[in-house]
């Protein structure tokens, strides 16, 4: 028995859907873009320090993907910094729990002007499906004051980068 189904999936393989190609072109002019702006805003590359306030880790393996070799934010010079002192942008994501609530304000209140909190994915924009929870305040403006906002469940990192790029623009 083990062997005629071993045999089956060597014959018969199952049949994945592939994945999405990025358009190149589009993802290197918005990179391109971003660095730009971020160069002219703030005279130096974007640090980005992440804020978990109680998510599913959806977004957060999106956000992993842009310091991947796809996407490899990197490259130019912007990076997810493990200090919010050093920090420009807070990107938050997961609906704001009670537990967290302190922590997300603690966060806002120790990044050094001129900052921007970006609200990734609907968890954090008004507290997705787990609104409604005895746990969950809310989204992440509930706390901090919410410059941007990127919707999705979970945003892809194409629709992250592109956020980024058009809140540099506002701000320049």
Known sequence: ?????????????????????????????????LDQTARVRLGRSLMLRHVDSGSCNGCELELNALTGVLYDLERLGMHFTPSPRHADVLMVTGPLTRNLHEALLATYNATPNPKWVVAVGDCAVDGGVFRGSYAVMGGAGAAVPVDL????????????????????????
């Open 1 to 33: 028995m083990i062997w005629q189904r071993l045999l089956r999936s060597l014959l018969h393989p199952i049949a994945a859907i592939p994945l999405p190609e990025p358009a190149e072109a589009s993802l290197a002019a918005l990179i391109a873009d």
């Open 149 to 172: 906002v990127i919707r999705g469940c979970p945003p892809t990192p194409t629709q992250i980068i592109a956020g980024l790029a058009s809140l540099m623009a506002a701000q320049t």
